[in-house]
């Protein structure tokens, strides 16, 4: 079995995607040693970190309706985020050393202007500052960091998994096609953000050994959870897609390193 270390970015309800990509790996025969993550790619590798199946985590995640938790407080302003700390201390470890695999969490800290990758001591607050969308929830407070979301300033976060031998699957899940004129100030909004994080992206694609981005999120809203399953198909079908490529180029760089 190949070991790959797994990267995922932030993209909202896209983030679907990467349970699907991460399932469909595991059915090549990739077994992922280590993760990193921020926003959406933060909260479902943490899942994976945990030990759950990808097929688990989906399941879970619709039963308990987080498109609630998360699409409830658009008209609402800026909230807490009580509910997804509730929901993620059920199913979730109090610790990042309790996980059965390594994870980096990326977070923005708002009082500095830098973005810190977290490791070690308390996992669910990590969780909760890396998936706070500014202008949406408050910040969440954590030692001396004021948190949100990590993709601001890294919706790739690669570096953490730079030092390790294993090869990086970048799953990319906020690709940004045509859109039509936005109708109102949300769109505005959450097109902007889109573009913002966007930037902070391409330059890291290049780090990953393999990237995988579903073209078909291109034509997607970004907090569209009515289409999770659909997304989770795309991720898992866009790996499969990738196969030979994977196989070829995954195989190559752990000859190489």
């Keep these: 079995m190949s070991k790959v270390q797994l990267c995922l970015s932030g993209g909202g309800a896209r983030g679907f995607a990467h349970l699907g990509a991460a399932e469909?790996?595991?059915e090549l025969g990739f077994e992922i040693?280590?993760?990193s993550g921020t926003s959406a790619g933060a909260l479902a590798g943490s899942f994976l970190a945990a030990g759950f199946e990808a097929r688990l985590v989906l399941e879970i995640l619709l039963e308990n309706k987080i498109f609630k938790m998360f699409r409830g407080s658009f008209r609402r302003g800026i909230l807490k985020m009580d509910k997804v700390e509730l929901f993620v201390q059920q199913y979730l470890p109090t610790t990042f050393e309790e996980l059965k695999i390594p994870i980096s969490i990326?977070?923005?800290d708002i009082l500095s202007g830098k973005v810190y990758y977290l490791e070690s001591g308390n996992l669910i607050?990590?969780?909760?500052g890396s998936c706070s969308i500014p202008g949406l929830f408050k910040p969440v407070k954590y030692n001396q960091l004021l948190m949100v979301d990590g993709g601001v300033l890294n919706n790739l976060p690669v570096e953490p998994l730079k030092k390790f031998k294993e090869p990086i699957v970048g799953v990319h899940v906020n690709p940004i096609g045509d859109i039509a004129v936005p109708k109102n100030t949300w769109s505005v909004l959450e097109r902007t953000f889109q573009l913002g994080v966007l930037s902070n992206t391409v330059y890291r694609e290049a780090e990953c050994a393999v990237l995988v981005e579903p073209p078909e999120l291109k034509n997607t809203k970004v907090f569209d959870y009515k289409k999770a399953q659909e997304f989770y198909k795309m991720g898992y079908n866009q790996v499969m897609k990738q196969e030979?490529?994977?196989?070829?180029?995954?195989n190559r760089e752990l000859v190489v390193k």
């Design 24 to 26: 469909a790996l595991s």
């Design 33 to 35: 040693v280590r993760i």
């Design 106 to 108: 990326a977070v923005t």
């Design 125 to 128: 607050p990590a969780i909760l």
């Design 244 to 250: 030979k490529e994977m196989l070829e180029k995954l």
